[in-house]
Structures are given as C-alpha cells and as structure tokens.
C-alpha cells in the first residue's frame, strides 16, 4: 500500500509562486513513475507534469511550460512541483499520483495505480 500526501497549496496572486510536495511512503519510490494532475471545477482532471524514476526525463502539458517545474527526491520519497508566474487560470485541486505497476519504465505511464487527497490552489487576479 502506497500513501501520498501532498502539501503547499495555498492562495496566491497572479504572478506569485507556489511549491507543492507530495510525501509518499512507498518503499520503492524510486523506481516509481510520478506526476502531478489537476481537476478545476467543472472540468475534467487533467495531466500537469510528470517524471521518471530517475528524475531526468519530465513531461509538461503545453500550458505550464516554462513556469513549472517538477522534481523528485529518491532519498526522502518526496516529489515536488515548482510553480511560478501563476494564472489564475491554475486554480484548480492538485494531486499526486503514482505508478507503482512498472518499477524503473522507460516510457510513460497511462495508469496511475495511487493517488493522494489533492491540495487546493487558489490564483487571485
């Protein structure tokens, strides 16, 4: 069993930044794939960012490239997602997920098998 929380959410201003972690208790998180989704009201959840086990290949959905940036630590099970030059159009609950059915792959996953409670962000204009 995997657990995922995710921290750092807030209410922020347009242009403002926000750091989001999200503490796993896998003890093979790092042969885990990792991202990050978001669900705005009324909207269908959708991919934001994620990245290898090892850290060094990551993916961003078109509308967070160049502002986000998606990080992981393999020693403290902890993945991280960098968030700068905020919209308010990144209102939206954010969650971590986890794929834990194919240790150490080499091509992106289309199931995430674990999934944390989201943690809200808020953008102010």
């Known amino acids: 069993q995997v657990q995922l929380i995710e921290t750092g959410g807030g209410l922020v201003q347009v242009g403002g930044s926000l750091n989001l972690s999200c503490a796993t208790s896998?003890?093979?998180?790092?042969?885990?794939?990792m991202a990050w989704f978001r669900q705005a009201p009324g909207r269908e959840r959708e991919s934001v960012s994620a990245?290898?086990?090892?850290?060094?290949?990551?993916y961003y959905t078109d509308s967070v490239k160049g502002r986000f940036t998606i990080s992981r630590d393999n020693a403290k099970n902890t993945l991280y997602l960098r968030m700068d030059f905020l919209l308010y159009e990144d209102t939206a609950v954010y969650y971590c997920?986890?794929?834990?059915?194919?240790?150490?792959?080499?091509?992106?996953?289309?199931?995430?098998?674990?999934w944390g409670r989201g943690t809200q962000v808020t953008v102010s204009s």
């Open positions: 896998g003890r093979d998180f790092s042969s885990y794939t």
């Open positions: 997920a986890a794929d834990t059915t194919r240790p150490y792959a080499n091509t992106w996953s289309s199931d995430y098998n674990y």
């Open positions: 990245i290898r086990w090892n850290g060094r290949t990551t």
